[in-house]
């Protein structure tokens, strides 16, 4: 059995765990666009006060931070500083067939503290209670990624 084959439950779990991760980044700039559009401003660059179909009526206030739009546009930008290293990791992780109970774990359980993270964060949440769920996902990857290390070299 190939390691990146649909029979194999540890790569089944990395096709199931990146999927949600991938539907969660995309997911986060469509909210980012909605409460640009619900605000009607928080926009980021010059050139989005052109006129158009959705802004025929530009005005320079509408380049301002919004902490409404801003929030999500930080979390989107998190999400695409961490999760990336997560659907690397896990590549290499399944490559070299780790027991199923341990990449169910390290998995889901790097689904689990991204999730709990956007939570805290989009609830504005400190930062110690933040910076715990990135640390818990951030050590998930680093273990998945020596794993496969380990077991190649």
């Keep these: 059995m190939s390691a990146y084959s ?5 790569f089944v779990t ?3 765990a990146t999927a949600l991760t991938v539907l969660k980044v995309m997911g986060q700039g469509w909210m980012t666009v909605y409460r640009m559009m ?24 509408q380049l301002e931070i919004n902490d409404y739009v801003d929030r999500s ?4 930008r998190n999400d695409l500083e961490n999760i990336p290293a997560f659907w690397a990791a896990g590549l290499v992780f399944v490559a070299v067939a780790p027991p199923l109970w341990l ?9 689990a503290a991204r999730a709990a993270h956007a939570v805290a964060y989009a609830t504005a949440q400190s930062h110690e209670l933040r910076a715990t769920f990135y640390t818990v996902g951030s050590l998930i990857v680093v273990t ?6 380990a077991a190649a070299v």
């Design 73 to 76: 546009r930080r979390m989107h």
């Design 38 to 61: 619900k605000v009607g401003g928080g926009y980021a660059a010059p050139e989005d006060l052109r006129p158009g179909l959705l802004n025929t009526a530009p005005d320079p206030k």
């Design 6 to 10: 649909i029979e194999n439950p540890v």
């Design 103 to 111: 990449a169910q774990v390290l998995m889901y359980g790097f689904l």
């Design 144 to 149: 998945m990624a020596l794993y496969a290390l």
């Design 14 to 16: 990395w096709i199931i």
